[in-house]
């Protein structure tokens, strides 16, 4: 390496025994001397020295156009730079190695000497390094889809994630500065969290984790499985706490609905078995009535005969209910226009309608295709149809439109009538529950519509709509987006949605389904 002129023998030794790279430079921007360890670091040649640094025309690096341009002011006006984690040009290494490089102008030794400046670098790959985990993790932190708050020692949050935000509906700024018992459920006992708090503060454990509840911002339970960690500093001592969350509630949901279909299931069976028991003795019941009405001429015998046998239809109506609910039939499949299938259901209706009750028809020019059994399909909107009717009392108006949307096709039906109480919402395709008076509504009859829907692989919704009454909302796949699983019959399997899932009651039309393209016989109708 040549040798500087004019720099004391002392100084240079002890330049050269430096662990930070040294660079020494005369003005006008002469590379006089540079250290072992410079060209270590840099990965540099020697050739470098006696050059002129304002050739090194490099867009980055160690002699990026800042760094040039700081020697100059070093040289020219006496001041001194400093740059933080600057990647090197000429040496590579997983993730880049870093330099935090000072600009120091030194003081003139003597008037004819030019003004020189020292470029210092010292290796800043470890803190960047440090610093870009430091920023992974942070952003782990916030992309997980997981409930996640860090609190400080004393137990209060000082950061939550996204995800925290979203399921306990709290923004961040009304978190930081809080306990986590802001989320705290009535449900979840105090010797829970005494277990909790044991667990944590135990240096050979730490953790803690077990499945709770929590409450979000409007009230509503979620069943959370939950992880706290200590995080503790070297010497031990806790310095803050991380809770990670697994939200259960759709899982819990799935669950409670695969045990409603069991339940279902075993209800079917035994709807089917009573049905067809009770039928036996209703079936001599109006053989004696019409015994005895051809034998009896007296007024009073035959209207109490008429009673009777007014009273063993409804009872032969609720069994036909229970058939339709346990029934799983053989559907025939094939591709439908549901404009041709809500155009026989509107005829029908009409068949039977006040004259003060006007049905609407909205459907676009082209067909709506779907694939499914025609007559399961006319019951569905028939029986919606007569709940709409029963609930304006004979006077109103019904709409039923159909549309287009994506590779799905939507059917509304929405009258005028009162709408749907809030206390029933959560209950309306629940099997056997009606608001109708006693005797006149099995319970049944929506429950089967969903049936019906579920195994067309559609959706049902009911609601109140703003400035109307009561609407169902159903969704189905257009024939062209052929379904994976075949079509079943509708049946008790199928679970009817439960709370929380937005759907609200309404009523349940019960009956047989119709022979395919002809009208429905009348069916048993429970609305409210």
């Not at 020697?71 to 935090?100: E, I, P, Q, T």
């Not at 019941?285 to 019409?290: A, R």
């Not at 919606?384 to 439109?401: E, K, Q, V, W």
């Amino acid at each position: 390496m040549p040798e500087p002129p004019s720099i004391d023998p002392e100084l240079r030794t002890v330049l050269g025994a430096m662990r930070a790279g040294v660079l020494l430079i005369e003005a006008p921007g002469t590379i006089l001397w540079a250290n072992a360890t410079y060209f270590e670091a840099t990965g540099r040649s020697p050739v470098m020295l006696g050059q002129d640094y304002h050739r090194f025309e490099e867009p980055e690096g160690t002699w990026s156009p800042a760094v040039r341009e700081a020697v100059d002011r070093a040289l020219r006006d006496g001041r001194s730079s400093a740059f933080s984690a600057v990647r090197a040009r000429y040496r590579s290494a997983s993730g880049g190695v870093y330099f935090d490089i000072d600009v120091q102008a030194l003081p003139p030794a003597a008037r004819e000497r030019p003004a020189r400046a020292l470029v210092l670098l010292r290796d800043a790959t470890d803190r960047v390094a440090e610093a870009q985990r430091a920023s992974l993790f942070y952003e782990s932190f916030r992309s997980s889809t997981n409930p996640m708050q860090l609190t400080d020692a004393r137990g209060v949050m000082i950061d939550v994630n996204p995800a925290f935000e979203k399921i306990y509906g709290y923004s961040r700024e009304e978190c930081i500065g809080r306990r986590p018992n802001l989320v705290r459920s009535r449900h979840t006992p105090s010797e829970l969290y005494d277990r909790m708090w044991a667990d944590l503060a135990d240096p050979k454990k730490g953790y803690w984790a077990g499945e709770i509840f929590n409450r979000d911002r409007h009230g509503r339970e979620r069943p959370v499985l939950l992880s706290i960690t200590a995080v503790r500093s070297r010497d031990g001592a806790v310095t803050n706490y991380l809770g990670v969350a697994v939200d259960q509630s759709e899982q819990r949901s799935w669950e409670l609905r695969a045990a409603h279909a069991d339940k279902l299931a075993s209800l079917g069976q035994l709807a089917a078995g009573v049905a067809h028991e009770i039928n036996t003795p209703l079936a001599n019941v109006m053989l004696v009535t019409e015994s005895l009405r051809r034998r009896s001429q007296d007024p009073w015998v035959l209207a109490r005969l008429g009673t009777l046998t007014d009273q063993v239809e409804v009872a032969a109506r609720i069994v036909r209910g229970l058939l339709d609910f346990a029934r799983r039939e053989e559907p025939h499949v094939a591709e439908v226009d549901l404009r041709a299938v809500g155009h026989e259901a509107a005829e029908f209706l009409r068949g039977k309608q006040s004259a003060d009750v006007e049905v609407r028809e909205e459907y676009p020019a082209e067909p709506l295709v779907v694939r499914g059994d025609h007559g399961q399909l006319m019951q569905v909107l028939t029986n919606l149809l007569n709940n709409a009717y029963d609930a304006m009392s004979g006077r109103g108006t019904i709409r039923i439109a159909m549309q287009q949307r994506g590779d799905r096709i939507d059917v509304e039906v929405v009258d005028s009538g009162p709408g749907i109480p809030a206390e029933v919402l959560p209950h309306i395709f629940e099997p056997f529950f009606t608001t109708k008076p006693e005797g006149e509504g099995t319970g049944l009859g929506l429950a089967i519509c969903h049936g019906i829907v579920q195994a067309h692989h559609g959706s049902i919704v009911a609601r109140n709509v703003p400035g109307a009454g009561a609407g169902f909302l159903l969704s189905f796949p257009e024939a062209t987006a052929r379904p994976t699983r075949p079509i079943a019959g509708p049946g008790p399997a199928g679970p009817a949605p439960g709370p929380g899932r937005n759907v609200l009651p309404r009523s349940d039309p019960g009956g047989r389904p119709p022979a395919p393209r002809s009208p429905p016989e009348p069916s048993v109708e429970d609305g409210p």
